[in-house]
């Protein structure tokens, strides 16, 4: 499970573990892990009170129930490349680990249930899947966790820590983590 960081102007993408997408409005964005490890760099940090989107793409593999911590979503959209053979995604290179060319716009995904529109804090992602999620930091502050439920995956590796902190201590740090993740 990575987190993604969106390249800054004239970075060099490298040969490996390049992700590149499509918005719907048609813009490509390219980005790299940065991180990977429940150890490495936090790299989610909100204010409190904070409104984020959570971008979580599904590039292959099982299906993965993701399950965020802290507050409640309101799912966006969700959209769907198509899968190839074995369930694998075309146009993922498994052995770069990146996406030599830009995914295209993925189609409309399964519909949203009513069900499914509430407010909720775990989703079934699909392979090939794109959801976004909607969501208010507020309440608490800390740290806190987002991991797949699946326990085995969970234990390798699928679970990540974020941080909501207080306004006050926020204006300390000059990064801020809300809005492309
Ligand atoms: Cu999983």
């Not at 991180?35 to 940090?45: G, M, P």
């Not at 993701?66 to 309101?74: C, L, N, P, S, V």
């Not at 995914?103 to 090939?128: C, E, F, H, N, Y």
Request: negative net charge; glycine residues 12%; proline residues 9%.
């Amino acid at each position: 499970m990575w987190e993604l960081r969106e390249l800054t102007e004239g970075e060099d993408p490298g040969a490996t573990d390049v992700i590149r997408l499509t918005r719907a409005d048609g813009e490509v964005m390219t980005f790299k892990p940065a991180a990977k490890l429940f150890d490495d760099t936090l790299t989610i940090r909100f204010s409190e009170g904070d409104w984020a989107v959570w971008n979580i793409v599904h590039l292959g593999g099982p299906a993965h129930p993701m399950h965020i911590h802290m507050t409640e979503f309101q799912m966006l959209n969700r959209r769907q490349w198509p899968l190839g053979p074995g369930g694998a995604l075309p146009g993922f290179d498994l052995a770069t680990g990146s996406t030599p060319n830009p995914l295209p716009v993925p189609a409309p995904g399964r519909p949203i249930s009513s069900m499914t529109a509430g407010m909720k804090d775990t989703w079934v992602v699909q392979p090939g899947e794109w959801v976004q999620v909607l969501g208010e930091f507020t309440g608490a502050t800390g740290s806190f966790m987002y991991h797949c439920h699946i326990l085995d995956h969970e234990d390798h590796t699928m679970m990540r820590p974020f941080t909501v902190l207080p306004k006050t201590i926020m204006a300390f740090h000059d990064v801020h983590g809300g809005g492309h993740h």
